[in-house]
């Protein structure tokens, strides 16, 4: 089965910019979505196929996808955006939905 | 506005059964793509099954194939999730989220704890 990777924990200080991973064979040829989960909440959808952001999403949250790797980009990270986020693709070969394990973003 | 409003959590035996249900409003959930996506307790997020709009397409994850069975009925505007043959891994919280396959899961419900103990 598709394996996406990404690392436990992320660390940035404020108004720094952070870079959360997730790794898998060939995942530039899928689209990738990223969800962010606040503690106790249910997760959000912020970037989808591989770059674009849903309404209401800031231009803050960007999203890029080449080779082995996907990656979600805060810039000027914030206290708020300490939450866990994950990655996520549709792997056409099992017909499964697959999630990365999830990154806890912590802002120092 | 979108909402999923999930319901029939709670605790049951290992080998017992539980039936989830998800109300949807805000939207004709027979134009979607609908999921139940699982968090056991402290870790991440698993999907569990995705059902198509015209209840043609079905797939489940290995972990949950041939224990559950997803289901909808678009005329109530409902998702269900029969589960059965439970297990202490199953213990999460289950969401119901709209959209799946190709299609964006992008409305979730606040989720429905199931803890299967003894």
């Known amino acids: 089965s598709y394996v996406l990777t990404q690392p436990p924990s992320v660390s940035v200080a404020p108004g720094q910019t952070a870079r959360i991973t997730c790794g898998g064979d060939?995942?530039?040829?899928?689209?990738v979505h990223w969800y962010q989960q606040k503690p106790g909440q249910a997760p959000v959808l912020v970037v989808s196929?591989?770059?674009d952001r849903p309404s209401g999403v800031p231009e803050r949250l960007s999203g890029s996808n080449s080779g082995n790797t996907a990656t979600l980009t805060i810039s000027r990270v914030a206290a708020g955006d300490e939450a866990d986020y994950y990655c996520?693709?549709?792997?056409?070969?099992?017909?499964?939905?697959?999630f990365g394990g999830g990154s806890k973003l912590t802002v120092l | 506005q979108v909402q999923l409003v999930e319901s029939g959590g709670g605790l049951v035996k290992p080998g017992g059964s539980l039936r989830l249900s998800c109300a949807a409003s805000g939207f004709s959930l027979s134009g979607y793509f609908m999921s139940w996506i699982r968090q056991a307790p402290g870790k991440g997020l698993e999907w569990v099954s995705y059902i198509s709009g015209g209840r043609n397409i079905i797939s489940y994850a290995a972990s949950v194939k041939g224990r559950f069975t997803i289901s909808r009925d678009n005329r109530q505007n409902s998702l269900f999730l029969q589960m059965s043959s439970l297990r202490a891994e199953d213990t999460a919280v289950y969401f119901c989220v709209r959209g799946g396959k190709l299609e964006l899961m992008d409305a979730w419900g606040h989720g429905t704890l199931v803890t299967v103990s003894s």
């Open positions: 060939s995942i530039g040829s899928k689209s």
């Open positions: 996520q693709v549709w792997d056409s070969t099992s017909d499964q939905v697959v």
């Open positions: 196929d591989d770059s």
